[in-house]
Structures are given as C-alpha cells and as structure tokens.
C-alpha cells in the first residue's frame, strides 16, 4: 500500500511543495469530515455574505477558506495565500519559497443536495523571499506551476495530483486517515463520445460552439455520425474527475451572458490547475483556441472559457473556431 506522504517522499523533489501538499490535504479531512455530517455540522445553507464574484457564500466556503488560510499561513513554506473567495491574496511567511491558489469549495451550490463539491489547489514558486507577497506575485502563467489538484468530496473523498510529468490518484481511508494510491499512472483517451455543457446559456454562445454543439445532438444522424451523451455535474471538479476517470469534454465557453466577463471560470484558481492535471493526463485545455498554461494573468480573479479533455475532441472544437474566424 502506497500512502499520499509516501508517494512524496519518493516522486516529489521539492521537499516544501510536499509540505504544502501535506497542509492541503490535512485541511481536506476536516472538511471531508464537515460534509459527512451535513445538517448535523449546521453547514448547510447561505453564510449571508457574497464573495469578490458576487456570487452568494454557502457557510462552508466561508469555513473551508478560513480553515485552509489558517493552515497555510502556519505553513513556513508558504509565502502567501490567493482564495477565490477574497478580494486580494493573504501574505503569510516573507521567507517562504512557495505561493498557494485554491477555490476552496468548487460547486458550493452542490452542498445542500449532497451532490458532490470539492476543493482546487495551485502551487507556484515565490520569487521575492523576504519580502511580503503582493497580489502582482501571484500573475503567473499555468505553465510555471510546481504542483496542482484536487480534493474531490462524494461517495468517497479523492485527490488527484500532480507533482511530476504524470497525475496520479488518492482515496481518503477513512480508518486509518492515510490517503492511499489507487491510480498511479492516469491517462485520458484521445476520443470520446460524452461532454459536459450547461446547455441552457446556448443563445449567448458564439457561433463555433453553437454549431459543435448542434453536431453533437444530431448524433449519428449528422456530419459525426455517432451518438453522444451529455453529462453534467454543475461542479468543474466532478467533471473534471469524470474525464480523468473514463474520457471526455468539459466546456464552460465564451458567452455573451455578462458582458463584462470573458468566461465563468477563473484562470488562478480553477482554470490553471485543472488544465495542468489535464494535459499531463494525456489530455488538451483551451479557451477554444489558445492553451489555458500559456495565458499570462493580469489579474488573480480573471476569468476565461475552457475547454479541456480528450485530445481530438478539444482539437475539433478549435478546428471550428479558427474557421470560423477565417470567415
């Protein structure tokens, strides 16, 4: 049996990002363990507050963040801390070495109907030791990242990580408190024929996507000629799990909803991370056209489309907004 600080111990080269890793997951028992309870935890329901998105607290974001910010910001390591849930990033320890990213519960709204939820971390190297960490430390592309993952709460809890070229696969024993390996080599198959869309915003997509959409309802009565299935957790860390596990796409595109908004995702704490566990698993992540890692940030709260998971489909899907940008 090969535990998470054991599997550390022997792929991570990085003893701080280890630690880091140890700090996250440490936090993700408790918050496991809060979820069991539900009700009886008195977790469930709106904390009465919005975050920096605007959008309403469910009182376990507000209790998963200041559980995680109070346990990074003990960590020596950690230089500083940027939440999805807070306006700025949260300096911690001037002479750490490390900068930590985390949507400390992703599909919050899941909460209250015991569907699953989960916690997205990101992991980036801090270039100013001895001094105070600054939001403008934090704007990094994807692609400097050491260490991204998730902690993903349903029938069991699950970490999916990755510290080298490959993503492996964690579930929380909940006997022994040990997170144990269970899929030590993950890869996504370059076809498929299952996607994830909210499919109730198509009238504010672009034109692409409205047509690879409407080619994938025809089915094999269309120009794909086979049937396809639609799945939708309404969390991006169950979709993303999905295709990690069996395949497919997971889409949350441009849209002209919010007009002030390029995508519903946010780059730093979602987009970024679940992109590198994509591409190392075999897969692509896109806005529809460019690689999500190679985005340079110019803001730690900026959205953007993505578009992540097998291979060819994520390649079809740009094939069709690059000619239709020719046009």
């Given at each position: 049996m090969?535990?998470?600080?054991?599997?550390l111990?022997?792929?991570?080269?990085?003893?701080?990002?280890s630690?880091?890793i140890?700090?996250?997951?440490d936090v993700?028992k408790?918050?496991?363990?809060?979820?069991?309870?539900g009700?009886?935890?008195?977790?469930?329901?709106?904390?009465?507050?919005?975050?920096?998105?605007?959008e309403?607290?469910?009182?376990?974001?507000?209790?998963?963040?200041?559980?995680?910010?109070?346990?990074?910001?003990?960590?020596?390591h950690?230089?500083?801390?940027?939440?999805?849930?807070l306006?700025?990033?949260?300096?911690?320890?001037?002479?750490?070495?490390l900068?930590?990213?985390f949507?400390p519960?992703?599909?919050?709204?899941?909460?209250?109907i015991?569907?699953a939820?989960?916690?997205?971390?990101?992991?980036?190297?801090?270039?100013?030791?001895?001094?105070?960490?600054?939001?403008s430390?934090?704007?990094?592309?994807?692609n400097?990242?050491?260490?991204a993952?998730?902690?993903?709460?349903g029938?069991?809890?699950?970490l999916?990580?990755?510290v080298a070229d490959?993503?492996?696969?964690?579930?929380l024993?909940?006997?022994s408190?040990?997170y144990?390996?269970?899929?030590?080599n993950?890869?996504?198959?370059a076809?498929?024929s299952?996607?994830?869309i909210?499919?109730?915003n198509?009238?504010?997509?672009?034109?692409?996507?409205?047509?690879?959409i409407?080619?994938?309802?025809?089915?094999?009565?269309?120009?794909?000629?086979?049937?396809?299935?639609?799945?939708?957790?309404?969390?991006?860390?169950?979709?993303?799990?999905?295709?990690?596990?069996?395949?497919?796409l997971?889409?949350?595109?441009f849209?002209?909803?919010?007009a002030?908004?390029?995508?519903?995702?946010?780059?730093?704490?979602e987009?970024?991370p679940?992109?590198?566990?994509?591409?190392?698993?075999?897969g692509?992540?896109?806005?529809?056209v460019s690689?999500?890692?190679?985005?340079?940030?110019t803001?730690?709260?900026?959205?953007v489309?993505?578009?992540?998971?097998?291979?060819n489909e994520?390649n079809?899907?740009?094939?069709?907004h690059l000619q239709?940008a020719?046009k």
């Amino acid at each position: 049996m090969t535990t998470l600080a054991n599997y550390l111990n022997d792929h991570a080269t990085n003893p701080a990002v280890s630690d880091v890793i140890t700090s996250i997951t440490d936090v993700g028992k408790t918050i496991s363990q809060l979820l069991r309870k539900g009700a009886l935890a008195d977790i469930l329901g709106e904390a009465g507050n919005q975050n920096v998105q605007g959008e309403e607290q469910k009182k376990l974001d507000v209790l998963a963040n200041d559980l995680l910010l109070d346990a990074l910001a003990q960590n020596s390591h950690c230089a500083g801390v940027a939440s999805e849930e807070l306006d700025n990033a949260t300096s911690a320890n001037a002479d750490g070495s490390l900068l930590v990213l985390f949507d400390p519960l992703d599909g919050s709204s899941n909460i209250d109907i015991n569907m699953a939820v989960g916690t997205i971390f990101s992991i980036l190297p801090y270039q100013h030791q001895g001094h105070d960490s600054e939001n403008s430390d934090f704007l990094q592309a994807g692609n400097q990242q050491l260490a991204a993952g998730y902690l993903l709460y349903g029938t069991s809890t699950v970490l999916a990580l990755t510290v080298a070229d490959n993503v492996v696969m964690f579930s929380l024993d909940p006997d022994s408190g040990d997170y144990v390996l269970i899929e030590d080599n993950v890869q996504i198959d370059a076809d498929t024929s299952e996607y994830a869309i909210n499919g109730s915003n198509y009238r504010y997509w672009r034109a692409p996507m409205q047509q690879y959409i409407d080619e994938l309802i025809a089915g094999k009565d269309g120009v794909r000629g086979r049937d396809f299935n639609t799945r939708w957790v309404a969390a991006m860390v169950g979709d993303v799990h999905r295709i990690l596990c069996r395949g497919g796409l997971f889409t949350y595109p441009f849209d002209t909803k919010h007009a002030n908004k390029a995508g519903k995702l946010r780059l730093m704490y979602e987009a970024n991370p679940m992109s590198l566990l994509i591409e190392r698993a075999g897969g692509v992540a896109t806005d529809a056209v460019s690689r999500i890692l190679d985005i340079e940030p110019t803001d730690i709260h900026q959205r953007v489309p993505v578009v992540l998971g097998s291979k060819n489909e994520v390649n079809y899907v740009k094939d069709l907004h690059l000619q239709h940008a020719d046009k």
